[in-house]
């Protein structure tokens, strides 16, 4: 095992240059003050390269053809991974209990939902229960994806093993329902882990998110707050572009999209807020 005891040091100039082109190829961006995290969560990437200095690194991701696998790298180490089954599920519980059940009357025979920041895939899997539970994957045909733009997290997603960390706020019965207990991990069953289709994409490539963001129903919670303003308007822009029509977007209860499109209205609908396509 390796022990980084110090961080490389940036210099203030070199710190704008490398934070900037992370914003544009990953979306994630550090203000100013959060410098000294930027650097310790870069540093071992650094060494592990064995480049000894931080504008060497810059000009690695800028000029080097060899340097398109390290960005893989960067977006696992920047990216904070933080989720648990049902967060904010007054969401999720408006998508069961409103919105399906009124695409269903409407006729619609297919519905495809993307969880588009899915880390380590609690909020898709949390979508397929409680969608499981309403009894609405024998109605309807439903495609979920949950992507993320962490290889790491997709990995973990993939093997459907969850800490107690991820249970803060599962009721006791879907845990017994829902999950089969593995050493002092619980892993879900795989009737519901086979309902979500598992992917890595960028949502700042917006190549990349095409075919996912091609749904009615899209979840991108607790990522906007790592971005910078103007990217927040770049993927709302292309969400409105691709999704279908009616289009329900789902965001953090800290995400608030209102001074940055108009391409949808706040709704209220089932107890929740929904960015509703215009
Ligand atoms: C705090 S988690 C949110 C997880 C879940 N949506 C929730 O609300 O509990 C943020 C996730 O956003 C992902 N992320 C950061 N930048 C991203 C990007 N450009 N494209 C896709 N995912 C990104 C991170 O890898 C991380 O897994």
């Given at each position: 095992?390796?022990?980084?005891?110090?961080?490389?040091?940036?210099?203030?100039?070199?710190?704008?240059?490398?934070?900037?082109?992370?914003?544009?190829?990953?979306?994630?961006?550090?203000?100013?003050?959060?410098?000294?995290?930027?650097?310790?969560?870069?540093?071992?990437?650094?060494?592990?390269?064995?480049?000894?200095?931080?504008?060497?690194?810059?000009?690695?991701?800028?000029?080097?053809?060899?340097?398109?696998?390290?960005?893989?790298?960067?977006?696992?180490?920047?990216s904070?991974q933080?989720?648990?089954?049902?967060?904010?599920?007054?969401?999720?519980?408006?998508?069961?209990?409103?919105?399906?059940?009124?695409?269903?009357?409407?006729?619609?025979?297919?519905?495809?939902?993307?969880?588009s920041a899915c880390a380590t895939?609690?909020?898709?899997?949390?979508?397929?229960?409680?969608?499981?539970?309403?009894?609405?994957?024998?109605?309807?045909?439903?495609?979920?994806?949950g992507t993320d733009i962490s290889?790491?997290a997709i990995?973990?997603a993939?093997?459907?093993?969850?800490?107690?960390?991820?249970?803060?706020?599962?009721?006791?019965?879907?845990?017994?329902?829902?999950?089969?207990?593995?050493?002092?991990?619980?892993?879900?069953?795989?009737?519901?882990?086979?309902?979500?289709?598992?992917?890595i994409a960028?949502?700042?490539?917006?190549?990349?998110?095409?075919?996912?963001?091609?749904?009615?129903?899209?979840?991108?919670?607790?990522?906007?707050?790592?971005?910078?303003?103007?990217?927040?308007?770049?993927?709302?822009?292309?969400?409105?572009?691709?999704?279908?029509?009616?289009?329900?977007?789902?965001?953090?209860?800290?995400?608030?999209?209102?001074?940055?499109?108009?391409?949808?209205?706040?709704?209220?609908?089932?107890?929740?807020?929904?960015?509703?396509?215009?």
């Amino acid at each position: 095992m390796r022990f980084y005891l110090e961080s490389i040091p940036l210099p203030d100039n070199v710190f704008l240059l490398l934070r900037d082109i992370i914003k544009e190829r990953v979306g994630i961006y550090y203000e100013n003050s959060k410098k000294e995290i930027f650097s310790n969560k870069l540093s071992p990437l650094l060494v592990e390269k064995g480049i000894t200095s931080f504008l060497d690194y810059y000009y690695f991701l800028k000029y080097d053809p060899e340097s398109e696998k390290e960005w893989e790298n960067i977006a696992n180490a920047l990216s904070i991974q933080e989720t648990y089954f049902f967060r904010e599920v007054e969401q999720i519980k408006a998508l069961a209990n409103v919105i399906i059940p009124d695409l269903y009357k409407e006729g619609k025979q297919h519905i495809k939902i993307w969880s588009s920041a899915c880390a380590t895939g609690e909020e898709p899997l949390s979508i397929a229960m409680l969608l499981d539970e309403k009894g609405w994957f024998e109605r309807l045909d439903i495609e979920i994806y949950g992507t993320d733009i962490s290889t790491k997290a997709i990995e973990r997603a993939k093997l459907g093993r969850y800490t107690e960390r991820s249970f803060r706020n599962t009721p006791r019965e879907y845990i017994e329902k829902y999950f089969i207990r593995d050493g002092n991990m619980y892993k879900i069953i795989s009737e519901i882990h086979k309902r979500v289709d598992w992917a890595i994409a960028n949502l700042v490539n917006k190549e990349e998110i095409k075919r996912f963001a091609q749904s009615s129903i899209i979840f991108c919670r607790n990522v906007l707050i790592y971005f910078s303003e103007d990217t927040i308007v770049k993927l709302i822009k292309n969400l409105a572009e691709y999704m279908e029509n009616p289009g329900y977007l789902f965001t953090g209860s800290a995400e608030s999209l209102l001074k940055y499109t108009t391409d949808f209205e706040l709704q209220i609908i089932g107890g929740a807020f929904v960015y509703v396509k215009r």
